[in-house]
Every structure is written in C-alpha cells, then in structure tokens.
C-alpha cells in the first residue's frame, strides 16, 4: 500500500532475531535498509540506510532501575500561607485601568481635559485567607491614594477599586507617559508566602486635547493580497516555525490567518481581544506551567493530583489550546513544528476564538466531555472554511488529494479510532458529531442534501454549520449529543463514503495538498 506524505510505518517488537541469526556476547551492529530492492524512485537514494551498535552480554539480564519521577512531574509545593497579587481579570485591560469613563473596566486613549477614573484590583491567590490589608496607589512615583480593604480576602477572592476620581486633585497633569504603580500590603499586615508579587507598574500617556480612538481595521484588496501572497510558499515549507532562528515565519503565519479571519467576519484579530503566542516546545511547556500556578495554588489538597494530571495531558496531548488570561482570550501554539502544521493549529484555535466572542456562555459553562465535543466540532469546521475561503480567494489548490489506497486506509483507521474514543476524546467526539449533526438534525435537511449530493459541505454551509454549533445553549449539548450518536450505527457507512469521495483519481502530484490538513480536506463534513 505504500506511505502517505510524512506518514510513519513501524514495526513494533519483533522477537525473531536469535532465529534468524545466532548472537554472542559482545557488540553488533544491527542496520536497517530501506528500499533495498529500489523498487521506489526517490529524490534521495542515499539516506534509505541506518545503523546501530548494541552489545550483548551472558547470564540473566537485570531488571531496569525505577524510574525517579522528574520535576516536570511534581505539583508545585501547596501554599500555607495567603499571596496577596495584582489582579487580572477576564475582559479587563489589568490590576490598573485609567479610564474618562466610568464602569468600563478599559483604558482609554487619555486627553488632558478629563474626568479620569482609575480602577485597582487585588486578588488572595491562595487557600488561605489573609486579613486586613492596604493597598497604596502611587502616581510618578508619589503616594496618591491609599485603598483600605478592612475585612481581609478569602482564598480566590478579589476586591476592585473602581472609578476613583481623585487624581486631578493629587497630581499634576501633563502631556506624555506617566507611571501608576500598585503596591499591595506595604506595611506587611499579612505574612504572605510570597512577598515578591505585591507591586505592579504601568505606564499611561496623556494626550493634548482629547483623542478619538482608532477607526476599526479595513484591509483592502491590495494589503489582503499582501497578507496571502506567501500562502502557496508556506504551504510547502518544511522548516520549523520556532527552532532558534528567527526566520519571520511565525509573523507570516499570523498574517495569513488574520486575512482569512478578515475574510469571514469580516473583523482583524488585531482588532479583538485576543493574544496569539507561537512558542517553541521548551516556551510552550514553560507557558503552560505558568498558567496552571494559579489553579494549583486555589484548589483544594484532594484536588491537586487531577490539576497535576490536567496539565501533564495538555503538554502530552495538545499542540495548541485557547484560555484566558491576562484579560484576554489566548491562543498558545507549540511552534516547533513545521510551517502548514502551525498554520492549521492556528486556524482550528481560531475556531475556539470565534466561539468565545460570539458565545461566551460555552466556554464559562461547566465542561464536559460533550460540550468540549461540541467545541471541538466548531473549531474543526471553522478550520474548513477558513481553507475553503483561502482557495477560492487566492485560486491555490489548498485541499486536494489523490485516490490512493493509503488515503483509503487511514480514513477507514480514523473513522474506526473516533468511534472507540468517543466517550474520552473530544477530537473524535468532534468529528463524529460534524458528519452525524448534518446527516441525522432535521433542522440542518438542505446542508444534508448538500452534503450527501456533492460529498461535501462548500464555504457558505461550512460556514453555516459553524454558526449553528456556536449558537446552541450550552445546557443543551448533552442531550443534543446523545440524541445523534444515537444514530451513529446507521450512518457509519455512508460517512465513509462520502470522505472517500473526495479523493480525486489520477490527480497531479503537483496539486496534492499538505500532509498538514487532511483533517479539514477529507475528515471534516
């Protein structure tokens, strides 16, 4: 049957050395040979070899020593003692906010006319609360206010200063950057377990007059163009995106998703709330950690074995990912990977970007299994139609493969993999629910017709059927879930065939799509 692009043929286990050849003690060489007959033509026939040298010894053979576990395997030491920090909350731009409005919770581009409102927020980032504490507030290095919080915090607890109006009494303003700086508990009331994280700065400019805020992002078809004009190129690059060298990749990859973003909403990701990291794997883990330093510090002790075994599967399983954090949706990519497979990690998060901004209330719902099945199934049928959207727009062959009977193969293997992981995996669960939610929804009849007529959904009902899933009262994916895998038996079939479909017999090598997106060309409805 042959190999796919970058697919992988192992044999695992074979047991059958000593049979073929006799082996004694001391070293040997064993060498793998690919091809030997050369009944392939390669581009490359001098790299089909590999050699290793392996010693053998007499007598019984000792058992392996026990695994020491390593750091990366430890949760961080629980907290006996409050840490009292800055506080960053979801859809705030930080612990400090100058405003000329109140209740916003935003900065503003700042003019010298006023009002001005400042907002503070600390949290009690621990189990344990801390008692009264204060918190000074100070402008260009001199004290301006003094905030007293007399009842203390409990653990994950925080208190917000809001709209305090009493800086033009303090201080004088003048046109350029002026420094606000926080500082929690300066007279150490509480014994803290870190007294390293109590002071934050920021740096605000003030403007002559008062300043309008920037027009929302427009492209035009010139500066799209420009965003898209590296697509075929990045395509078939096989370099790593982060692996030490700053090559520019990372941006251009950014810049690609942003023009296909535009094209669909019709809004920049420069323009919303959103922070994109593309890292490499040692950043990616380290990003990771950081982030799980709040959930191990605030959860019980009974609960720190499932947070420890949540981040350990998110490093293990995940190339990517979407939370919040520092008031923003983030999007956190493992970057050393090469350039298509990035680029489609980015389109799926993309997808999960999309949902939280349309609807938040899936992604502060309590999750479960089907609900991140439902997400999955949201961000994957984004992906489509952010590549269906790019094909048409730019005419590059994005989504096109070839009938072999690899592709057969690994469609039938995926269909048989999502079927046995349903209950734990929400990839699967995902996919499965795309086919099944077109073929099985009543409501969704004219994109089953599309669907079961062309073999697949095109950019609008692609479209479409992402805008249904994003839509739906998360209280209802459990039961809508259940309700199609119901059917599952009856069109498991039928979704093989129409994935096969597509494949396209005596298609030109030329034009056969990245290894990187089978998933949205072939796997996704």
């Known amino acids: 049957m042959g190999l796919l692009t970058e697919q992988t043929s192992t044999v695992l286990d074979w047991s059958e050395l000593f049979a073929v050849t006799p082996v004694t003690p001391g070293p040997h060489i064993l060498r793998v ?29 000792s058992g392996k020593p026990a695994a020491v576990p390593s750091p990366e395997s430890a949760a961080p030491q629980a907290l006996t003692l409050p ?12 612990p400090i906010v100058v405003s000329q409005r109140r209740d916003t919770g935003l900065d503003d581009l700042l003019g010298l006319d006023g009002p001005w409102y400042v907002d503070i927020e600390v949290r009690n980032e621990s189990g344990v609360a801390a008692g009264p504490f204060s918190v000074d507030l100070f402008f260009d290095g001199e004290r301006v206010r003094t905030f007293r919080v007399p009842t203390g915090l409990d653990s994950g607890f925080f208190v917000p ?14 046109q350029g950057p002026h420094t606000f700086r926080l500082v929690i508990d300066p007279a150490n009331e509480v014994t803290e377990a870190s007294e390293t994280d109590n002071v934050f700065e920021k740096v605000f400019v003030w403007n002559a007059g008062q300043p309008s805020s920037p027009p929302p992002t427009v492209f035009s078809s010139a500066e799209l163009e420009d965003k898209l004009e590296p697509l075929a190129d990045l395509l078939r690059n096989r370099d790593l995106v982060r692996d030490g060298a700053d090559q520019g990749l990372a941006q251009q990859i950014i810049d690609v998703v942003d023009a296909g973003y535009y094209l669909m909403p019709g809004t920049s990701l420069m323009d919303e709330r959103v922070d994109i990291h593309l890292l490499s794997r040692l950043d990616y883990e380290a990003w990771i950690d950081d982030d799980y330093l709040v959930e191990f510090a605030l959860g019980e002790e009974s609960e720190r074995k499932g947070i420890l075994a949540r981040r350990k599967g998110l490093k293990s399983r995940a190339v990517g990912f979407k939370t919040r954090r520092f008031g923003k949706i983030a999007i956190v990519i493992d970057a050393e990977r090469v350039v298509p497979a990035v680029l489609d990690t980015l389109a799926h998060e993309v997808g999960h970007i999309r949902q939280d901004l349309v609807n938040p209330a899936q992604t502060v719902f309590e999750q479960t299994v089907g609900l991140n099945g439902l997400q999955e199934a949201q961000a994957q049928q984004f992906q489509r139609t952010f590549w269906l959207t790019l094909e048409r727009y730019t005419g590059v062959p ?23 992981e349903l209950t734990i995996g929400e990839h699967s669960l995902g996919f499965l629910l795309q086919w099944l939610a077109v073929l099985d929804d009543p409501a969704l009849t004219a994109l089953r017709t599309e669907l079961v007529e062309a073999g697949q959904l095109g950019e609008d009902s692609s479209a479409e059927l ?5 839509a739906m009262d998360p209280a209802d994916a459990e039961s809508y879930i259940d309700a199609r895998l119901a059917t599952l038996s009856s069109h498991t079939g039928l979704i093989a065939i129409l994935a096969k479909s597509r494949l396209q017999p005596g298609l ?18």
């Open 33 to 61: 040979v690919i091809d030997p007959n050369g009944l392939l033509e390669e581009k490359d026939e001098t790299n089909n070899s590999f050699e290793k040298q392996f010693t053998w010894g007499s007598g019984a053979v």
């Open 83 to 94: 840490n009292l920090r800055p506080y960053w909350r979801f859809g705030s731009d930080g």
């Open 161 to 174: 200063f809001a709209d305090w109006d009493g800086l033009d009494r303090q201080a004088s303003l003048t």
């Open 398 to 420: 994005i989504l096109d493969y070839p009938d072999y009977a690899g592709f057969r193969q690994l469609l039938d293997d995926r269909l048989d993999s999502w079927q046995a």
């Open 508 to 525: 030109d090598p030329g034009r056969e799509g990245s290894a990187s997106l089978v998933d949205p060309a072939l796997l996704t409805s």
């Open 466 to 470: 992402f805008d249904f899933f994003v």
